[in-house]
């Protein structure tokens, strides 16, 4: 299990060191990518927060007419 | 949060990381791009140089006609949208001047010490940022939020009408080391269409991404607004 594990991550090191090293640029990229992705999610997160604190307010504000 | 716009927010992040998996795809059969003098594996940035001015003409155009439906209806959201739409569209723009300037650096400029040389292409690029700066520059100057929203609203019109010009038409009739200039041919001519595989969805994930970010401000615009209404009605029931 062990030499297996090892053989995976010798695979790995030869693809991330053959083409120039390319593949390092990669994973350089989507460790960002994936930092900034999950950057937006928290910012959604906060706005939705917002968004309905901001309409509890408004109602509290402005209770809804009776229409009758 | 609809629904629609969370399915919409992951199709768009898991375009943009297949678009990125593809832009460094190597050593296999399909997408092996050629490698060129002076250019060599540099040739990537055209996933991601290129489609930051899409980018930014995108969200410029998107501006001039929530500016044109600010001018028609006096709406202060499509005001909002309007200016946040110009407000990434700069950020787009400062993005693809400096990641221009870093590949020109390296291939055009290598072995000298140049960041900078005032190309055509360059000059236009970083006047047509300015434009689009001083639309903001206009708005911070009017106090009244009715006039600065029909007033920048005429400006913008008039900026997004010169983004052709400066970006298109004036490079080409100028001497310029960018593709698509007077005596270089243009992308069309020199790019091997393997290339073209991964430019066009990149193009379209930015633009993606470019929405994902105009969505979130417009909603935190809206809101601020909404709580500032609610400030101004406390104010004026306190005055009576």
Not at chain 2, 57 to 66: G, N, P
Request: proline share 5%.
């Amino acid at each position: 299990m062990i030499t297996l594990l090892i053989q995976a991550a010798g695979s790995i090191e030869t693809v991330m060191l053959d083409n120039d090293k390319l593949m390092v640029v990669l994973a350089v990229v989507l460790i960002i990518w994936i930092g900034i992705t999950m950057f937006i999610y928290a910012t959604d997160r906060k706005i939705d927060r917002l968004e309905s604190s901001v309409k509890t307010l408004l109602s509290e504000k402005n209770p809804p007419v009776d229409q009758s | 949060m609809p629904c629609k716009y969370k399915t919409i927010r992951l199709a768009i992040i898991v375009w943009m990381t297949l678009v990125l998996l593809g832009a460094f795809s190597f050593g296999g059969v399909w997408l092996n791009i050629p490698k060129l003098a002076m250019l060599e594996h540099t040739a990537r940035n055209l996933y991601f140089h290129v489609p930051m001015w899409f980018t930014m003409m995108a969200l410029t155009a998107l501006s001039a006609i929530h500016a044109i439906q600010c001018l028609r209806t006096n709406n202060p959201v499509s005001d909002i949208r309007s200016r946040i739409a110009a407000l990434i569209a700069v950020i787009f723009g400062i993005l693809g001047l400096t990641t221009g300037s870093v590949w020109a650096h390296y291939t055009w400029y290598e072995g000298t010490n140049i960041w900078w040389n005032f190309d055509p292409k360059q000059s236009m690029a970083a006047v047509q940022v300015l434009i689009y700066c001083a639309y903001f520059a206009l708005r911070s100057a009017l106090d009244d939020p009715r006039k600065r929203a029909r007033i920048s609203a005429v400006y913008n019109i008039f900026a997004f009408v010169t983004v052709p010009f400066l970006l298109y038409v004036l490079p080409r009739q100028l001497e310029s080391l960018h593709p698509g200039a007077e005596g270089n041919p243009a992308f069309s001519e020199i790019t091997d269409p393997i290339m073209r595989v991964i430019f066009y969805p990149a193009v379209l994930g930015f633009i993606g991404v470019g929405w994902l970010l105009y969505t979130q401000r417009v909603r935190l615009a809206r809101a601020v607004m909404t709580l500032q209404n609610i400030e101004e009605d406390e104010h004026l029931q306190t005055k009576t």
